[in-house]
């Protein structure tokens, strides 16, 4: 079965302070990744996204990710928070080519940034 | 914008009632999913539907039933609710693009 892991399940920093969270998925076929936030009292997000191309992708709020095919992984970095990115983020993966193809979800890690 | 509006954020339920919890989008996307958020589990996909009338079962459909009469609208129905069903439920939709998801804010359900 499809999976997705995210190791870090609680993350508490300064700010200023470099992040880098980790990712790692379990099929070795084509997939699409993504980052997903959610704010405090916010819905969820989409903060940034890989279909193909350049594997090291950029999105909102100064945040990229690298996706390294040979380690199954798509961390997310930023490199410098702010107390605003107090959050809980999700790596989420899709399996391409299986039909309809449905978004599976890491168990997420909390982000508390200390002002 | 897209919006996906849940039309409760908190129900409170007892164990056994019949519960409907109601997601609409404005986009008129095809796709509509639902999820149940809890802490430390990630998100776990119920049910989804790629067209009107068309449903699939997802990960932990157990419990749990949907409806979508309309494009815009997909209902999740607990026939009759359990206390390991109190949770977050969100709603999302989306466009063929796989995996780009707008979701709604939830809805926090407590059965007791």
């Known amino acids: 079965a499809q999976s997705v892991s995210q190791h870090n399940h609680h993350v508490i920093l300064s700010e200023a302070a470099s992040l880098e969270l980790g990712c790692n998925y379990s099929?070795?076929?084509?997939?699409?990744l993504f980052w997903y936030v959610q704010y405090p009292g916010q819905h969820l997000q989409l903060l940034l996204k890989y279909f193909s191309g350049d594997p090291l992708v950029k999105g909102i709020k100064g945040f990229e990710a690298e996706f390294i095919k040979s380690k199954f992984s798509f961390n997310l970095r930023k490199p410098s928070v702010q107390w605003s990115d107090t959050a809980e983020y999700f790596c989420?993966?899709?399996?391409?080519?299986?039909?309809?193809?449905?978004?599976?979800f890491g168990t997420g890690t909390r982000l508390l940034v200390s002002p | 914008d897209v919006k996906v509006t849940q039309s409760s954020r908190y129900l409170v339920k007892r164990t056994g009632e019949k519960v409907f919890l109601e997601c609409v989008q404005d986009m008129d996307h095809e796709n509509m999913f639902w999820y149940r958020q809890d802490p430390g589990l990630g998100l776990r996909l119920i049910y989804f539907s790629y067209d009107v009338k068309m449903k699939e079962k997802g990960d932990i459909p157990e419990g749990y039933s949907v409806s979508r009469e309309k494009k815009e609208r997909f209902s999740l129905i607990l026939e009759s609710a359990s206390t390991n069903q109190t949770s977050m439920y969100l709603c999302?939709?989306?466009?063929?693009?796989?995996?780009?998801?707008?979701f709604g804010e939830g809805s926090r359900l407590t059965v007791l």
């Open positions: 989420a993966v899709i399996l391409m080519n299986t039909g309809f193809q449905k978004l599976v």
């Open positions: 099929y070795g076929g084509t997939v699409n």
């Open positions: 999302a939709s989306s466009t063929l693009s796989p995996g780009e998801l707008f």
